[in-house]
């Protein structure tokens, strides 16, 4: 069974930073492109970040480029999202999400996890 | 970037009825458009891609149509837990990105 386990969300000041993870099993890690994705609250979903299972492909949306990194290990099947520069728009749910299909950045999103929340707040 | 126009933003409906949910992009996805449904308080489910493609364990009653710019989701017949709000998304080009959402509410 796929699981994916969010953590690292957290109230954090403006300009401040935040590190989230996602913890993967239940499938080839490094087969699959990984994604994240952010919903603020009582809004519709908006794709943050991509990245491809060989690490070598990115895409970020302009809101977050340059602020935002994502990053894997594919030796211990996690997922990373390294927030920089946090503003309060940046506030939501994040969810990460697998690709459903092998190899590249297919964006077809078949399983998520249950999301951590990033409060940006003074 | 492309946007994806959903109608109605609401549709109030009863158990048994027929859903038919649209999805307008301002310009062509081909048929790289896929559907999730969300529910208070829980994560997306992906229910179909590449506008028609059922994703696994989809009951058969959600079905997708239509290419180029404009998509239907249809619910054949509403049951109980099927009341949430639908999510499409297209990844067409980047950036890739999802409509408003409709929520389909018990009428």
């Known amino acids: 069974e796929v699981q994916l386990v969010e953590s690292g969300g957290g109230l954090v000041q403006p300009g401040g930073s935040l590190r989230l993870s996602c913890a993967a099993s239940?499938?080839?890690?490094?087969?699959?492109?990984m994604n994240w994705v952010r919903q603020a609250p009582g809004k519709g979903l908006q794709w943050v970040s991509s990245?491809?299972?060989?690490?070598?492909?990115?895409y970020y949306a302009d809101s977050v480029k340059g602020r935002f990194t994502i990053s894997r290990d594919n030796s211990k099947n996690t997922l990373h999202l390294q927030m920089n520069s946090l503003r309060a728009e940046d506030t939501a749910i994040y969810y990460c999400?697998?690709?459903?299909?092998?190899?590249?950045?297919?964006?077809?999103?078949?399983?998520w996890g249950q999301g951590t929340l990033v409060t940006v707040s003074s | 970037e492309i946007v994806l126009t959903q109608s109605p933003a609401t549709l109030s409906l009863s158990p048994g009825e027929r859903a038919t949910l649209s999805c307008r992009a301002s310009?062509?996805?081909?048929?790289?458009l896929a559907w999730y449904q969300q529910k208070p308080g829980q994560a997306p489910r992906l229910l179909i891609f590449?506008?028609?493609n059922r994703a696994t364990g989809i009951p058969a009653r959600f079905s997708g149509s239509g290419s180029g710019t404009d998509f239907t989701l249809t619910i054949s017949s509403l049951e109980p837990e099927d009341f949430a709000i639908y999510y499409c998304?297209?990844?067409?080009?980047?950036?890739?990105?999802f409509g408003q959402g409709t929520k389909v509410e018990i009428k």
């Open positions: 999400a697998k690709d459903l299909f092998y190899g590249g950045n297919s964006v077809v999103l078949d399983h």
């Open positions: 239940g499938f080839t890690f490094s087969d699959h492109a």
């Open positions: 990245l491809s299972g060989t690490a070598d492909t990115t």
């Open positions: 310009q062509s996805v081909s048929r790289y």
């Open positions: 590449d506008a028609s």
């Open positions: 998304q297209q990844r067409s080009n980047w950036p890739w990105t």
